[in-house]
């Protein structure tokens, strides 16, 4: 039993929003009435409960636009694109799902249409790369909206939607005076979604056509641009920090040396031996047996490992997919890191297995903060307290790039 939902990873999705209330993308009500409606349901209610309150809210934000109430309608616009994305965790997989893409389409719509109604309105953005376009929009900072600012690039991670970053990180970053640059990369929301494009380790490859992009807006600071990467972000970001000179400060929450670092841990309990361990890729085919009998045997890494992380990695074994994730590392990277960087690790988070082994190979201005279950924030990416989290991360950053970024 979970916090709200019955069904623990059911309540894992369900329980994310939590992390957004205090910047307007849910109420616990709200939140805790969708999960009465689940009940005992399983993967299918709880997209519809979620979609079906996401429409209620789409609908009512039309209603206030028609009547003129436009500061509602944009809130209403912009809480129904949480619920749409919440929904969509559960049909995860190929074949792509039908209603996921429709429900996506319809988070895309909403958040739009909320975006739309902010003074000055915001638009979204395509960013080219490698004959592909990835999403994004300019979030400026209030009260900065034609004014040069440090900006924050925010990298996403495994399974979040833009709108998630912008509930998570830029609003908090806005209120802050740091305009925000959001995007979807390879493997990443609509990129993966619609276009069908897998992950790839080599983000400062990705990360380099996204600094092009934002060094052709005139409202962002050329010597003040940072990379902010959550979730599997905690990968990428020193990954394209590694690669990408033009940074000012990289963060990663939580910070990771290599992805299946969680899992490889999991493989040794199992009794293989830790130099079998370190390459996955490469374990004998009883053991591979082993692992899938574990995996399909318990619905989290199920979903985590085949339905998440075959889809979004491009493949359809579990011995492609370790092959590939093993690729996902920052061995022989992380000395290659120049600018200031942060790196978060959450007590009970998984994730944060690695932040110690990429912190020590650090050679560059460094920081490690540690947050924990006594402060509410020991969940991953703290989304028990993600207000805590965005506080300690933006006053690192404040003091790390000088006064000038608090506007003092």
Known sequence: MGLLFKDDLL?????????????????????????????????????????????????????????????????????????YSTSLRPLFGTP?????????RKE??????????????????????????M??????????????????????GYDGTLTDMFFASAIAAGRRGYHSLLFDGPGQGGMLFEQGIA?????????????????????VDPQKI????????????PRAASGEPRLAACIADPGQWVILDSIRAT???????PAAAADLGSIDGGTLRLFEGVIMGNA?????????????NGVSSLRDYFKETERFTMKGRAEMIRCPTLLTAAENDPLAIGAQTLFDALTCPKALIKFTAVEGAGGHCEMMNRSLANRTVLDWLDETLGAFASGL
Request: proline fraction near 7%; charged fraction near 20%; charge should be negative.
């Open 11 to 83: 309540d894992e999705f369900g329980s994310w929003p939590i992390a957004y209330i205090p910047y307007g993308g849910a109420d616990f009500g709200e939140i805790a009435a969708v999960a009465k409606a689940v009940g005992d349901g399983d993967g299918s209610a709880f997209h519809q409960a979620w979609a079906a309150a996401g429409d209620r809210f789409a609908a009512e934000a039309d209603a206030a636009e028609r009547r003129g109430a436009i500061a509602s309608a944009r809130e209403l616009f912009l809480r129904a694109s949480v619920f």
């Open 96 to 104: 792509v799902d039908p209603r996921l893409l429709a429900t996506y």
């Open 108 to 133: 895309v719509d909403a958040f739009d249409k909320g975006l739309a109604l902010n003074d000055p309105p915001i638009r979204p953005r395509a960013i080219p790369f490698e004959g592909a376009s």
């Open 135 to 156: 999403p994004a929009y300019f979030v400026p900072a209030a009260g900065f909206v034609d004014v040069q600012r440090p900006t924050i690039i925010f990298t996403n």
């Open 199 to 219: 992950l790839r380790p080599d983000w400062e490859t990705v990360i380099k056509a996204v600094v092009d992009f934002a060094l052709a807006i005139p409202q």
């Open 226 to 237: 940072v990379l902010s990467g959550w979730s599997l972000g905690g990968y990428f970001a």
């Open 267 to 273: 493989a040794i309990r199992m009794g293989l031996p």
């Open 300 to 312: 989290g890494q199920r979903w985590k490992v085949v339905q998440r992380g075959f889809w979004a």
